[in-house]
């Protein structure tokens, strides 16, 4: 349309360029499929509204490198690429290299990154997710990198675990776990992983697929270590394949370092290792995947006749960290009325034990010296221990590790 400078009044225009206004309009409207009427002042309006929904939508073509996008519906292209400009495209095809390019308008192949402006991963852009990307003056940014991951099969809600039981391998199992199919939440609580049942070799550093290593590599040593407490996580890829490993940090950084185009993490378990680096052994429970028992109780604290702290005393034990221990205490008073004892986590206001401030006591009875047994359950902390106390020092207490809690729905 000619420049309208000079070519009218305030309130008068000349024809010919009344008409080319008019054709403008017109052509504006058609493209959004509507024809002019005059039973319709808001017209325009309605075209702008669908053109601020819709307007930076484009058809997708190209192979799986190399992409073309082109005006959808006849609509008129950009003439140039712009700071900011934004762009959505639903992919012909999945991408399948680090650095795809898409071409606009035949303006010419801009390398496609992700939205922090590295490389892409293969599987990023799919044929089912609309892609968004964003023009930064060099490349554009694909701000909604694809997760195709598997449909839910069972009943996860936000930041639930479902399946995924645990135990150790008939055949091997010092050195196996056996993982049951199941589906969770990533640590995000924004994708649900779904795997299927596996096996994994914890002498060996991670690999993918059932039967295979799954010690992230860069730990000190290859596969279990003694006296150890391993995270085992869920992970994912982009392309909805699921796998299972160990690390010890809490982010699976490790682990996630061993893979290719695994990002997604979840933890639901722990495995601990015994003094010769062999996996302890232990049952999982089916009605409550949240406990742990181990096979054999084991004596993780012994104190002898008259030996009872009575300050409080910091006590390790074979639970995993930061979680809660099942444990038997066996205590027996040698020659106090009454004994009180206390067993805290070690975050707790370290106070004598009374007779209304106590978890176990024992009452003295020189006929019948029998050893009072107190199954209790106390938090743990980061390095697996937690506080006791009694009001005497006169008896002997024997402890036993039952298991632990381990809260893997919201873990």
Same mark, same amino acid.
């Given at each position: 349309?000619?420049?309208?400078?000079?070519?009218?009044?305030?309130?008068?225009?000349?024809?010919?360029?009344?008409?080319?206004?008019?054709?403008?309009?017109?052509?504006?409207?058609?493209?959004?499929?509507?024809?002019?009427?005059?039973?319709?002042?808001?017209?325009?309006?309605?075209?702008?509204?669908?053109?601020?929904?819709?307007?930076?939508?484009?058809?997708?073509?190209?192979?799986?490198?190399?992409?073309?996008?082109?005006?959808?519906?006849?609509?008129?292209?950009?003439?140039?690429?712009?700071?900011?400009?934004?762009?959505?495209?639903?992919?012909?095809?999945?991408?399948?290299?680090?650095?795809?390019?898409?071409?606009?308008?035949?303006?010419?192949?801009?390398?496609?990154?992700?939205?922090?402006?590295?490389?892409?991963?293969?599987?990023?852009?799919?044929?089912?997710?609309?892609?968004?990307?964003?023009?930064?003056?060099?490349?554009?940014?694909?701000?909604?990198?694809?997760? +195709?991951? *598997?449909?839910?099969? $069972?009943?996860? &809600? /936000?930041? %639930?675990?479902? #399946? !995924? =039981?645990?135990?150790?391998?008939?055949?091997?199992?010092?050195?196996?776990?056996?993982?049951?199919?199941?589906?969770?939440?990533?640590?995000?609580?924004?994708?649900?992983?779904v795997g299927a049942a596996m096996t994994k070799d914890?002498?060996?550093?991670?690999?993918?697929?059932?039967?295979?290593?799954?010690?992230?590599?860069?730990?000190?040593?290859?596969?279990?270590?003694?006296?150890?407490?391993?995270?085992?996580?869920?992970?994912?890829?982009? +392309?909805? *394949?699921?796998?299972? $490993?160990?690390? &010890? /940090?809490? %982010?699976?950084? #490790? !682990? =996630?370092?061993?893979t290719s185009g695994y990002t997604l993490y979840r933890?639901?378990?722990?495995?601990?290792?015994?003094?010769?680096?062999?996996?302890?052994?232990?049952?999982?429970?089916?009605?409550?995947?949240?406990?742990?028992?181990?096979?054999?109780?084991?004596?993780?604290?012994?104190?002898?006749?008259?030996?009872?702290?009575?300050?409080?005393?910091?006590?390790?034990?074979?639970?995993?960290?930061?979680?809660?221990?099942?444990?038997?205490?066996?205590?027996?008073?040698?020659?106090?009325?009454?004994?009180?004892?206390?067993?805290?986590? !070690?975050?707790?206001?370290?106070?004598?034990?009374?007779?209304?401030?106590?978890?176990?006591?024992?009452?003295?009875?020189?006929?019948?010296?029998?050893?009072?047994?107190?199954?209790?359950?106390?938090?743990?902390?980061?390095?697996?221990?937690?506080?006791?106390?009694?009001?005497?020092?006169?008896?002997?207490?024997?402890?036993?590790?039952?298991?632990?809690?381990?809260?893997?729905?919201?873990?």
């Amino acid at each position: 349309m000619d420049d309208l400078t000079g070519k009218g009044t305030d309130d008068e225009l000349a024809a010919a360029e009344f008409i080319q206004l008019h054709t403008e309009v017109k052509r504006m409207l058609a493209t959004f499929n509507i024809t002019m009427s005059g039973a319709d002042l808001d017209q325009v309006g309605k075209m702008l509204s669908e053109f601020i929904a819709t307007g930076d939508f484009f058809t997708c073509a190209g192979s799986a490198t190399v992409y073309t996008a082109a005006a959808a519906d006849g609509r008129q292209a950009p003439t140039a690429y712009t700071d900011g400009m934004r762009m959505r495209v639903l992919p012909n095809v999945t991408n399948t290299g680090a650095d795809p390019t898409i071409n606009l308008n035949s303006l010419g192949a801009k390398t496609i990154k992700n939205e922090a402006g590295n490389a892409i991963s293969a599987g990023d852009m799919t044929t089912t997710r609309y892609a968004t990307l964003i023009y930064d003056g060099t490349y554009f940014r694909l701000t909604n990198a694809s997760l +195709d991951l *598997s449909p839910l099969t $069972g009943p996860v &809600t /936000a930041g %639930d675990i479902n #399946g !995924l =039981l645990i135990s150790n391998n008939a055949g091997t199992p010092d050195s196996e776990i056996d993982i049951g199919a199941g589906s969770a939440r990533d640590s995000t609580d924004m994708y649900t992983m779904v795997g299927a049942a596996m096996t994994k070799d914890f002498l060996l550093d991670w690999a993918l697929g059932d039967g295979n290593g799954g010690v992230a590599s860069g730990l000190s040593g290859t596969g279990l270590q003694a006296d150890e407490e391993y995270r085992l996580f869920q992970i994912g890829h982009t +392309d909805g *394949s699921v796998d299972y $490993g160990l690390d &010890t /940090a809490s %982010d699976a950084s #490790g !682990l =996630l370092a061993d893979t290719s185009g695994y990002t997604l993490y979840r933890q639901f378990g722990w495995v601990l290792t015994d003094a010769s680096a062999d996996i302890r052994h232990f049952i999982q429970s089916a009605s409550d995947p949240s406990r742990i028992y181990w096979q054999a109780p084991t004596a993780s604290k012994v104190y002898g006749a008259s030996t009872l702290p009575t300050a409080q005393a910091t006590v390790a034990c074979f639970g995993a960290p930061d979680t809660i221990a099942m444990l038997s205490f066996r205590l027996h008073t040698v020659n106090t009325d009454v004994l009180y004892g206390l067993a805290l986590p !070690l975050a707790a206001t370290d106070v004598v034990p009374t007779s209304v401030l106590n978890n176990m006591y024992a009452v003295f009875d020189a006929e019948n010296p029998e050893r009072i047994t107190y199954d209790l359950e106390v938090v743990l902390d980061s390095a697996s221990s937690y506080g006791i106390r009694f009001n005497d020092a006169d008896g002997d207490l024997g402890v036993f590790d039952l298991g632990y809690v381990y809260d893997r729905g919201r873990g």
